[in-house]
């Protein structure tokens, strides 16, 4: 009897996972179990493998798992008890089931398609999954309203009255009313197809087909209004309770008969399973469903408990974003401090990194040249003194010739870390002198463009103009602060340094400034002159040429092209033949565009008629 | 830049210039520019002498076929001069006073001086001489258009008149009106 009132028979063939809600989790499984239905064996459950989840317990029968498989509630279970055999009795764990939680006697299977279909919040409209347990698909998962009845009400006339019911308890669902509009158990719930309609003003019951109170004539709600008034006004009772017989405790008792052992394990995890109440939380469906067979003797902590430990609606997602914000709040302020902290740290290590790099230069010029050569060969600190030198050179004779390549790799380490000390921005305080600021800030810009002569060869420090000739202005300004990155050299400071960087790059790099405006930086092949020069081979080679095809031979952009043609243009050099001039559309082909050719017409002598 | 001259189905010899496509298009360059246009200058009045024309219309770059198609368009290279860049030349020859403006105040036609007026002064007084017909009122059509070509034929009224203004400065001829417009008598000089 238990076991048909409390559980339902699911496909076994179905592995168990994919029997699983979303929210759902499996515990332990064990294989080799019987079931007792109260006191006697199931004849039809004795082999088969046992599932315990966050939720529920699956019997999978082993030979028959299509007919013989059932999976139960844990909510239904209100104590256990364990057995641990005697002789050839097996362990066994009693489940001693709650008797007001009974399931009704049909088949539970039409009420789980509906449960399982995916539905839409009437507040938020939000379209929530399906696949949750029913208990959690009773909320919306976004603003967690209880899903509202009629929503999802595909029921007959019938059993939309008794439906009404519990309509003014919005965590009903469509699972309750079927239960108790069923022919199964008696239901008391069969006078209310006499009883009328209560009038809200003088609670008098009318007539189901009136509109208005027949006493005080007072516009009568609908019907379904009508049924949660008349549910105020006359709540079930105790005696609504279907069947007298599950009261008999044999009835309220499964048992599990582990023939194969594993029972401690899986009972203790059942135990757990059943303290944590994974289904508590978000009972309130299954609270429904309780009262649908005893409304008044429902325990009371089964009520607005959970609602109230779960924020739901508006305020509740209030209350989410204030505390998301706080808690980033929180992250950020922790964050800046461990910055700051950092930072304090980042001042030694800088220095740390300083020092180790002097020495490794001092020493590598000690073994590369093995005497002290002027300490201004290498372009990183000049400032080197030949105290430290010399302090230093009695140690470095000792290091042997491989000496180079491990400060190349405390170097590279240092780079790593981002600490390279050649590529150390020098700062105005580092400086005192302003004129000597600015040959160091030349001297690095130097680097920049066309990487440091002690290269590390890992990294890829290649500069801006190792591969290009001839770059703008506002490139190199960008790409030396981004190497910078801290204390930006302002556009002001930068065109102080350019006059001073000729000296400082080799070949040197010189600016120029176009006649709109554009300023480049570029090395001696760029001049004008030998540009020019260039060009002027090009045009005496093809002939003619176009804008485009001289920027693709040089490999400059386009604009850059046609500002330095523009300049030999301005000496007379070439010409310009202009695709406007074509009789016929756009010439010969290709776009509007100017085409290049040398100037011969200066020489040029009348041939014509005289 | 193979350049070669071109001869023309009447005969006119075109530059090799003529067949360079940056002939064809304004160029920024100053110097460029003034040399370009000296050498379109000098095609126009020589081209202008050879078919004995007159006038040149801003138009007539567009107009195939038309009067000026052999040297303002060449279509062996595809290209044409440019409205602009005709207007400016026509400006330079008004400079230089190789052409008037047809017409006061306008800007796209000019009456070319492939001769200057003085040249036309004495080619008309020698031509009056030398027909035998010094202190005979002549009309100006009869002067345009005389049985016998000359090389006062097709001479346009306006140039014919200044040329005859030229000569009356120095006593060798005279506006007289007749019936029929205006007549001039022309003296030994």
Sequence with gaps: ?610 | MALSTHTTPSGFLLPSIHSAPPFFTHQPNQSTHAHLTEQWMRLILTYARHKRLFILRVEDAEVPGGDWDKILRNERINRQIPPSYLSSLMAALVVKNLAVYELAKQTHAVLLHWHLPEEWAGVLHSWATATGQLNTILTFYEISDPPIPSPLSCILIPLLRRAITILSRSNRAQIIGVADGEGVRFFVG
């Design chain 1, 1 to 610: 009897m238990a076991l048909r009132r409390y559980t339902a028979s699911i496909d076994g063939t179905i592995p168990v996972p994919a029997l699983l809600y979303d929210d759902e989790e499996l515990l332990a499984s064990q294989d080799g179990v019987g079931i007792y239905d109260g006191l006697q064996k199931a004849p039809d459950y004795q082999t088969g493998s046992v599932h315990v989840s966050t939720h529920r317990l699956f019997f999978v029968h082993s030979q028959n798992p299509s007919s013989y498989s059932f999976t139960m509630d844990l909510l239904h279970v209100t104590r256990t008890n364990y057995y641990a055999g005697l002789f050839k009795s097996s362990p066994k764990v009693s489940l001693f089931l709650d008797a007001d939680t009974a399931l009704p006697l049909i088949t539970i299977s039409g009420q789980r398609t509906e449960i399982f279909e995916s539905w839409e919040c009437e507040v938020c409209s939000h379209r929530n999954p399906p696949g949750l347990s029913p208990t959690a698909a009773r909320i919306c998962t976004l603003c967690g309203v209880p899903r509202s009845v009629s929503a999802g009400s595909t029921v007959s006339d019938a059993s939309s009255q008794t439906q009404s019911l519990f309509s003014s308890i919005p965590e009903s669902s469509t699972t309750s009313l079927s239960s108790s509009s069923s022919p199964g158990p008696p239901s008391p719930s069969t006078n209310s197809e006499s009883d009328g309609i209560g009038c809200p003003a003088c609670t008098f019951l009318n007539h189901p087909s009136l509109r208005v109170c027949e006493i005080c004539t007072t516009p009568l709600p609908n019907v379904e209004h009508a049924g949660s008034l008349r549910a105020k006004s006359a709540p079930p009772t105790r005696a609504v309770s279907p069947v007298g017989d599950n009261t008999d405790p044999a009835n309220l008792l499964i048992k599990l008969s582990f023939r194969k052992g594993g029972d401690k394990p899986f009972y203790n995890v059942l135990r757990r399973a059943l303290r944590s109440q994974a289904w508590e939380g978000k009972r309130i469906g299954h609270n429904a469903r309780s009262r649908t067979s005893s409304l008044a003797v429902a325990s009371p902590n089964y009520g607005p408990t959970p609602v109230a430990m779960r924020p739901s609606g508006i305020d509740g997602i209030m209350r989410n974003v204030e505390a998301s914000a706080h808690i980033t709040q929180t992250d950020l302020n922790d964050a800046l401090k461990d910055l700051e902290g950092l930072m304090m740290k980042a001042k030694d290590l800088v220095h740390l990194a300083g020092e180790l790099n002097e020495k490794l230069t001092a020493s590598s010029t000690t073994t590369t040249t093995s005497t002290l050569a002027s300490p201004l060969s290498t372009t990183s600190f000049p400032s080197n003194s030949g105290t430290q030198l010399t302090s230093l050179f009695s140690t470095t004779t000792l290091v042997p010739s491989t000496e180079p390549e491990e400060a190349k790799f405390i170097r590279s380490s240092l780079a790593q870390l981002g600490l390279q000390m050649s590529n150390a921005p020098v700062t105005l305080d580092m400086i005192r002198d302003e004129r000597r600021w600015v040959d160091e800030l030349a001297r690095e810009l130097a680097r920049v463009l066309q990487g440091s002569p002690d290269d590390i060869p890992g990294q890829k420090s290649a500069g801006i103009m190792k591969e290009r000739g001839i770059v703008g202005l506002d490139e190199v300004w960008g790409g030396w602060n981004r190497a910078r990155g801290v204390a930006l050299i302002p556009p002001s400071t930068f065109l102080q340094v350019l006059p001073h960087l000729p000296a400082y790059t080799s070949p040197p790099i010189r600016s120029r400034v176009f006649k709109s405006g554009l300023s480049v930086l570029h090395v001696p092949p760029y001049t004008h002159a030998s540009f020019t020069a260039r060009i002027v081979g090009y045009l005496a080679m093809s002939g003619v040429m176009t804008t485009s095809q001289i920027a693709h031979e040089e490999n400059i952009t386009i604009g850059l092209a046609d500002e330095m043609i523009a300049a030999i243009e301005a000496d007379g050099v070439i010409c310009r033949d202009d695709e406007r001039s074509a009789i016929k559309g756009g010439g010969s082909g290709s776009a509007s565009e100017v085409r290049w050719s040398r100037n011969l017409f200066l020489e040029y002598i009348w041939d014509g008629q005289l």
